[in-house]
């Protein structure tokens, strides 16, 4: 059984996800949290003593082992490390929605203090790909920045969605950093610098993300499953119904492997071996869990591993000892086990008494008892079909799911269990008596463009049987499952369009054409037509002899989503693609000159209220001067003018927080139309069309951004 | 006949001769003319300005409310050596506080009065609305409102019908097109007017105009910002400003940024890259003897005076400031030397031969004592000082072993100045040599109801 060596009450709340240690002086580790009202504390234990208390400024009054740091600003996300290479202590880096400061803890001074208008939801700090000097990346609204200790951004680019967690690790084993971004589209994605090197598409928002060792990594979700990953390649995954609130990688066991500590949201901690999943140690605290970090708290050489939980209570856990022999948990847990398995037994004894008396009816009389045992005729096949329903008046358009039996036995249930599609992943159809037939159908919607694989598994028995036959079957759903083919040539084809030229043979488009659409029968040229299912809008693919492709849809994402699955299936490394998006670039357009008025009423709101601010501090020093002097009367005409000026305050606070969130979403699009318009090319272009666009909006040039956009590049015909 | 000068240029000379308040009424006249003249229009707010300019970069007293209500510094409680907020932690290895004396708020006393040499905290507003009534330190309510509100009333006092420039019913945009009227309106604005909100906007709509590139919009930028208390966006500004062009102004005012968010580290570094740029720049080296000053890093302090002296030898702050150093280390004769320094450089005040008085005395040299202090009672310019010459008197009178002139001395001290703590405790020591312990009583009673008023500890 594996005890804390130390705990600790700090009697500071500490903000989920938002703990760290840092050696500030480069020897002593330091617990760092965020907590209330903007504030950051230290908790500083080893320095005690040595602190001279001047006569008149008393350190906090009770522990004087914390320290508290005014942000000023909530706080979204702090970390602590080497940022600057020339000196060998940590600096602390503390995000917030509009700002990012770096601070030297030590010498109380500013590394840099930047503002970020796409806000800071998660902070990583480390080398990055062939980048010499560490960088603290920010991840923010659709954006990612990396930050030298110069406060230059030496790194920029672009996500599908809001970031929520970023960690670093060598993902493709090349020796150098990779940047694994999790995100609010349910992606994970693997930047090796400005170049997307995979994609992983989870199931919910990627809350958390730490590196275990080589390629190897854990992820938590926002629905609460944890799992583990290796390079692409998913290891396994528990679900839980509370929330994982941090995780990390520490060898509890002293066996060489780092296995993965969870904290959840109901305050239980356990450690999970890293290839099976296995809990091999657990311990509960009172309230939910903050954050878990690891660091030598009690320089004795051995790092510990530290928890903390929201109330502020800290427990440190040093690995297990070789005598303990990874048998962490106590003897009651054994004992679980042995019952478990009893339970087992139990279970498989009661399938066999089954199973004997069904062969003993078998041998017996059929005819009678037909209805009630789950005999079902030996070569019953369970059909699936995969089929694009348009939809009704009362039925949304979607996919559509047939299973049925090969003769007259009936479904009773059907489970389906499929990633990303049903809520909670599974879907059970459960038809009533009197419905129960041999065929059922079910309406599937994917809200993403993915592949999917359907693990479908069907109660298949007589009409009237008690018991019945699982059978199992697993169909995939193809990629763009939502489009149905479109014979009517009489409809306008939409005017946006993609065009780019491959070098391959017309009968690989079709293949890719077959693969990955839901046809009812084979195609035969590359010139078909869709209708979205989603939306109802047109797409149309046509390809020359000479190679040249062209599709036409007013949606970018979907050009994008198509381009890429067709470079992949082809195995095209480098794509140059010229696009025009019309409609979409004339919103774009529109959205840059709201960010620019954005901007100009935003600088006169922050003047305004601080020339507010600076009159009700007059008040208020005015009023209580009025208190001191017993001057009632003067003191209750300061305090009812105050009283107004503090309304207007409160009401020009809500116009700016109102332009503040309309000025944010609006950068939002902007940095989502330059994801987009990465998406639509491949390799080498891609990258350059990102980092061109970011140019432009830097120097506030949008024609340039928009001839970038449909080009690809910008050119010198500028 | 006697040929008129041009009203233009006779105006323009005037401004030249610094005769502000003729040129701007010559101005009026040409403007009753021709109202649409720019070149008088333009001068004249240069005129009003002037009249009223201050240099901003030492001009800064934070008020009671910024004091109070603003949290600007990051770390609370930082390592001592790192704050301006924890005084009495000395580093340099200068004097003790218990032989060189300090301030109410722990800084040991300088040799130059500026402001914020008072800063320090209080604990609780009702403490630091009560201090300044006592403690002859009129700290204003709020920096926004102390001294510059002040100054711009003053100024609208001088035009009977109404104010040159009506603000309200100007169109800053318009303005904002024309860099040769835009920087005259900005100061008038700025500091006659002592209108910031409008001013920023001003600013803001320039520097959108010049498309970012001059870093004087900048500059002003954050000169706005700084006033109105938005400290980072200060920071942002003159930082951009740095990129653009390296001037002395800029550090200097992104220094008192970094002060006012109490990292005097990083002010120090600051100060220190600008000396790269602007190598023996004095008022960079005395920024960086300030810092060091407040820090009580005496040595450090003294190290860059001594610098500034060598670049500009008759830099008053300096030799004052060393001065006190050496007569704080027990140097009565060096001190000496410097103080007739200050002489030479045409200081003559109480003050000084107070401390030439002191100064003589501890270098044995009694028959310079009395007379300068006899001169520095008749230099007295309020009951304060002549309070504390006599208290020095006082001293003197102990040192030559004159108990009764002591007592007369510290007596008179308190005559002048009723709160004068130091004179109680060193009447009530007098007292209790005499034996006489109901005066002592009496005597100490006072001193304790001071030191509450003070709330010293």
Not at chain 1, 393 to 421: H, K, M, W, Y
Not at chain 2, 213 to 230: A, E, H, I, N, T
Request: aromatic share 8%; proline share 3%.
């Amino acid at each position: 059984m594996l005890v804390p060596v130390f705990t600790l009450k700090l009697n500071h709340r500490i903000n989920p996800r938002m703990v760290t240690v840092g050696k500030y002086d480069g020897v002593h580790p330091c617990l760092t949290a965020a907590t209330q009202a903007g504030k950051v504390f230290i908790h500083n234990p080893h320095s005690r003593g040595v602190r001279l208390s001047s006569h008149r400024l008393n350190p906090s009054s009770q522990d004087t082992d914390v320290s508290l740091l005014n942000i000023n600003q909530a706080v979204s996300c702090l970390t602590a490390g080497v940022l600057n290479p020339q000196h060998n202590y940590d600096s602390l880096i503390v995000g917030t929605q509009t700002n990012l400061l770096a601070y030297d803890v030590h010498n109380n001074a500013d590394i840099f203090y930047r503002e970020v208008s796409d806000g800071a939801n998660a902070v990583v700090l480390g080398k990055l790909g062939d980048i010499s000097t560490p960088l603290a990346i920010i991840g923010g609204n659709c954006a990612l920045q990396g930050f030298n200790y110069e406060g230059n951004d030496i790194f920029w680019t672009v996500t599908g969605d809001n970031v929520r967690s970023l960690v670093l690790c060598d993902f493709n084993g090349d020796g150098k950093n990779e940047l694994l971004v999790g995100s609010e589209d349910f992606d994970i994605r693997v930047f090796k610098e400005d170049e997307i090197l995979a994609e992983m598409t989870e199931t919910e928002t990627v809350t958390a993300l730490c590196h275990m060792h080589g390629s190897r990594f854990g992820y938590a979700l926002a629905n609460g499953t944890v799992g583990v990953y290796d390079r692409t390649a998913r290891y396994w995954r528990i679900k839980s119904k509370n929330h994982a609130v941090s995780i990390h990688a520490f060898d509890l066991n002293s066996d060489g492997v780092c296995e993965l500590i969870t904290g959840w949201s109901n305050g239980k901690i356990d450690a999970r071996s890293d290839r099976t999943g296995e809990v091999i140690f657990k311990d509960n605290f009172a309230s939910s869990v903050a954050g878990i970090v690891e660091g030598d708290y009690r320089m004795d050489g051995q790092s510990q591993l530290i928890c903390t939980s929201v109330e502020g209570e800290v427990r440190g856990y040093l690995p297990a000892s070789k005598e303990m022999r990874g048998n962490l948990l106590d003897a009651s847990v054994e004992q679980d086990l042995l019952r478990e398995l009893s339970q087992k037994k139990q279970n498989l004894l009661l399938e066999l008494k089954n199973y004997d008396e069904n062969a003993k009816v078998g041998t017996g009389s059929l005819s009678e008892t037909d209805g009630q045992t789950g005999i079902i005729p030996a070569n019953t096949q369970l059909q699936t079909a995969l089929s694009v329903c348009l939809g009704s008046e009362t039925q949304s358009p979607n996919v559509e799911l047939s299973i049925s039996t090969c003769n007259d036995t009936i479904i009773r249930a059907v489970l389906i269990f499929a990633e990303g599609i049903f809520e909670g992943e599974s879907h059970v159809v459960h038809p009533s008596v009197q419905n129960l037939s041999g065929c059922i159908r079910v309406p599937i919607i994917p809200p993403k463009d993915i592949p999917v694989d359907l693990h479908i598994k069907a109660f298949i028995g007589g009409k009237n049987s008690t018991q019945f036959h699982v059978f199992e079957l697993t169909r995939q759903l193809p990629r763009f499952s939502m489009y149905a083919l479109c014979t009517d040539k009489s409809l306008s084809v939409p005017k946006s369009k993609v065009t780019f030229l491959i070098n391959e043979r017309v009968q690989r488009v079709i293949m890719w054409l077959n693969q990955n659409f839901l046809l009812t029968e084979d195609i035969g040229s590359p010139d078909v037509s869709f209708t979205s299912l989603r939306g109802g809008g047109m797409l149309c693919i046509k390809m020359k002899p000479n190679g040249e492709i062209t599709i036409n849809t007013d949606d970018m994402d979907l050009a994008g989503d198509l381009i890429q699955s067709l470079a992949s299936f082809l195995g095209i490394d480098e794509l140059q693609v010229e696009a025009d998006f019309p409609v979409y670039f004339e919103e774009i357009r529109r959205i840059l000159i709201k960010v620019d008025e954005y901007h100009s009423v935003h600088q006169k709101l922050t003047a305004q209220m601080a020339d507010h601010s600076n009159l009700i501090r007059n008040m208020l020093v005015q009023a209580e001067d009025a208190r001191l002097m017993a001057d009632m009367k003067v003191m209750k005409k300061r305090y009812s003018e105050l009283y107004d000026l503090n309304k207007d305050l409160i009401n020009g606070y809500r116009i700016r927080a109102n332009n503040h969130t309309e000025l944010l979403n609006c950068l939002r699009a902007v940095n989502q139309a330059i994801q987009r318009a990465g998406r639509l090319r491949v390799g080498k272009p891609k990258n350059q069309v990102i980092t061109a666009c970011r140019d432009a909006i830097k120097n506030n040039n949008a024609n340039a951004l928009f001839k970038i956009m449909r080009a690809g590049t910008a050119s010198s015909s500028l | 006949m006697v040929l008129d000068m041009d009203p233009l240029f006779l105006a323009w000379s005037y401004f030249r001769r610094r005769k502000f308040q003729t040129c701007s009424e010559l101005c009026s006249e040409i403007l009753e003319k021709s109202p649409y003249d720019q070149a008088a229009w333009s001068l004249k707010t240069r005129a009003l300005t002037e009249i009223v300019y201050v240099d901003e970069v030492d001009v800064d007293q934070e008020g009671i409310a910024e004091m109070m209500l603003d949290d600007h510094a990051i770390a609370q409680v930082a390592r001592p050596g790192t704050s301006l907020k924890l005084p009495g932690t000395s580093q340099g290895g200068g004097p003790s506080p218990a032989v060189r004396p300090v301030t109410h708020a722990g800084r040991p006393i300088t040799g130059f009065v500026r402001p914020s040499t008072q800063s320090g905290r209080p604990g609780t507003m009702e403490q630091a609305i009560k201090t300044p009534r006592t403690a002859h330190t009129a700290r204003p309510v709020s920096s926004a409102s102390g001294r510059y509100v002040r100054l711009g009333t003053a100024s609208m006092l001088t035009s009977p019908d109404g104010p040159f420039i009506n603000l309200s019913r100007l169109n800053l945009a318009k303005y904002a097109q024309k860099p040769n009227l835009s920087k005259a309106l900005f100061e008038y604005i700025f500091h006659h007017e002592n209108d910031v909100k409008n001013a920023l906007e001003l600013a803001a709509l320039s520097t959108e105009h010049a498309q970012f590139k001059d870093w004087w919009w900048k500059v002003q930028l954050g000169k706005c910002y700084y006033r109105l208390g938005l400290l980072r966006e200060a920071e942002k500004q003159f930082k951009s400003a740095l990129k653009q062009q390296d001037m002395v102004d800029t550090f200097l005012f992104l220094t008192k940024v970094y002060i006012r968010l109490d990292q005097p580290l990083a002010a120090l570094n600051l100060l220190k890259q600008g000396l790269d740029v602007f190598p023996r720049e004095v008022t960079l080296l005395t920024g960086i003897a300030r810092i060091y000053e407040e820090m009580n890093n005496i040595t450090s302090a003294t190290e860059y005076y001594k610098e500034v002296l060598k670049q500009d030898n008759t830099h008053v702050e300096a030799i004052a400031c060393i001065g006190s150093n050496h007569f704080y280390t027990d140097q009565p004769e060096i001190a000496l030397r410097f103080y007739r320094r200050l002489l030479q450089m045409g200081v003559y005040n109480c003050q000084l031969y107070n401390n030439l008085g002191l100064c003589c005395f501890y270098a044995q040299q009694y028959d310079m004592t009395l007379s300068s202090f006899e001169r520095a009672l008749s230099l007295a310019a309020n009951d304060e000082e002549v309070a504390d010459v006599w208290y020095n008197l006082g001293h003197v009178a102990i040192g030559i072993g004159d108990s009764n002139l002591a007592y007369q001395c510290f007596k008179l001290a308190l005559a002048n100045n009723n709160d004068h703590a130091e004179a109680y405790n060193n009447l009530a020591v007098l007292e209790l040599r005499k034996g006489r312990i109901e005066q002592v009583r009496f005597f100490s009673g006072y001193l304790y109801g001071i030191l509450c008023m003070f709330r010293l500890n």
